[in-house]
């Protein structure tokens, strides 16, 4: 009696048996390690993303002054953004321009457009109430380009100080390192 | 029962199963480029200030302690400018020419540390900015008082009025 097997053989000339390279079991890869790996790099990034992106992250293209003292918003504050770099002025999260720094020192409709933009996000907030029951405070925050002159930075607070904004607020990069900011 | 010899060896013989860990896989390779891109590099942080108001008047007439003198430092282009309330005194101190013209803050930073062991119930310095300062000078500024113990920063930009001479 024949008895098959799996092993494909080649008789074709006598001589020893030969087993067939085609049929061979593929090996399979081992990939534990690589999830392993993974999963260390999974939690590492859990721990240190922020889902708040547009107050922590660098506006494109500004270079922005560096502090070692941080501070927190007012409890109970929502913040309203406004980008202002050495060409342009952008407001709030979803980038609105409203023009450059000369056309916002000299054109009164922009600067009218910038207040009323101000003016609109600032009732809204403070009609908005918070998990304690209480009403948000509308706080500045401004993002500027460390190159500009203070006289635009000037013109801005007060612009924002008409509209009620009490609390303004400076954006700068952390740093732990006091010779950083002493120019040492 | 006896198994019959074939089925035995059968049974003795299976691996165990491995676990099936693509899906996994495809998971972890949404999530991780995911991560990255809203992953903090740098941190930013905030710096808080107040604007100036008129000087109030009235206030309680049953103080015993005279109210702390006010402090201002004034940044110009060239110099920094301490003044403090009720002093004559004034603490310049002027850009360092040495190498290329750049702010003394090593200087600012101790005479203001100083200032605060003399005005020690003092917790807030106002700033006055020179209009062609630049911002990054003004933060420095703010940075190095709320450090020495000035947490409140009253900004008091210079007004410029303009009359028209008939």
């Known amino acids: 009696m024949i008895r098959r097997t799996n092993v494909s053989v080649n008789r074709g000339r006598g001589g020893p048996f030969k087993r067939n390279p085609e049929k061979r079991k593929m090996k399979e890869l081992n990939i534990t390690s690589l999830i392993d790996i993974l999963t260390i790099l999974l939690v590492f990034m859990i721990k240190n993303?922020?889902?708040?992106?547009?107050?922590?992250?660098?506006?494109?293209?500004?270079?922005?002054?560096?502090?070692?003292?941080?501070?927190?918003?007012?409890?109970?504050?929502?913040a309203v953004v406004v980008k202002i770099y050495p060409n342009k002025i952008l407001y709030g999260r979803e980038n609105i321009m409203v023009g450059t720094l000369k056309e916002f020192v000299?054109?009164?409709?922009?600067?009218?457009?910038?207040?009323?933009?101000?003016?609109?996000?600032?009732?809204?907030?403070?009609?908005?109430v918070n998990s304690e029951g209480a009403n948000n405070i509308p706080c500045l925050l401004i993002q500027a380009d460390k190159t500009l002159d203070c006289k635009y930075i000037s013109y801005f607070i007060r612009t924002s100080a008409r509209v009620g904004f009490a609390n303004i607020y400076f954006s700068t990069i952390h740093s732990e390192n006091k010779e950083e900011v002493l120019n040492l | 029962m006896a198994i019959a010899p074939s089925r035995r060896s059968r049974i003795t013989k299976q691996d165990p199963r491995e676990p099936n860990l693509i899906p996994i896989m495809n998971l972890f390779i949404v999530v991780i480029p995911m991560l990255m891109t809203m992953m903090v590099a740098v941190h930013l942080s905030m710096l808080e200030i107040t604007l100036s108001t008129g000087s109030g008047g009235g206030g309680q007439?049953?103080?015993?302690?005279?109210?702390?003198?006010?402090?201002?430092?004034?940044?110009?282009?060239?110099?920094?400018?301490?003044?403090?309330?009720?002093?004559?005194?004034?603490?310049?101190?002027?850009?360092?020419?040495?190498?290329?013209?750049?702010?003394?803050?090593?200087?600012l930073d101790e005479s203001i540390a100083e200032l605060k062991r003399e005005n020690e119930r003092q917790n807030a310095?106002?700033?006055?900015?020179?209009?062609?300062?630049?911002?990054?000078?003004?933060?420095?500024?703010i940075d190095i008082c709320k450090d020495n113990g000035f947490p409140d920063i009253i900004y008091s930009p210079p007004v410029t009025k303009h009359y028209r001479v008939k």
């Open chain 1, 49 to 78: 993303v922020s889902m708040d992106a547009t107050s922590r992250m660098i506006p494109q293209g500004m270079e922005m002054p560096t502090t070692i003292t941080r501070e927190k918003l007012v409890e109970s504050g929502q």
């Open chain 1, 106 to 128: 000299k054109d009164e409709e922009i600067r009218n457009t910038l207040v009323n933009y101000l003016k609109m996000e600032a009732d809204q907030i403070s009609k908005t």
């Open chain 2, 61 to 107: 007439t049953e103080e015993k302690e005279a109210p702390p003198k006010e402090i201002t430092l004034g940044l110009f282009t060239d110099k920094f400018e301490l003044k403090v309330e009720g002093t004559k005194d004034v603490i310049q101190i002027p850009i360092d020419k040495k190498e290329y013209p750049q702010y003394n803050y090593v200087k």
């Open chain 2, 125 to 141: 310095i106002k700033i006055v900015p020179d209009p062609k300062v630049k911002f990054d000078t003004l933060l420095r500024t």
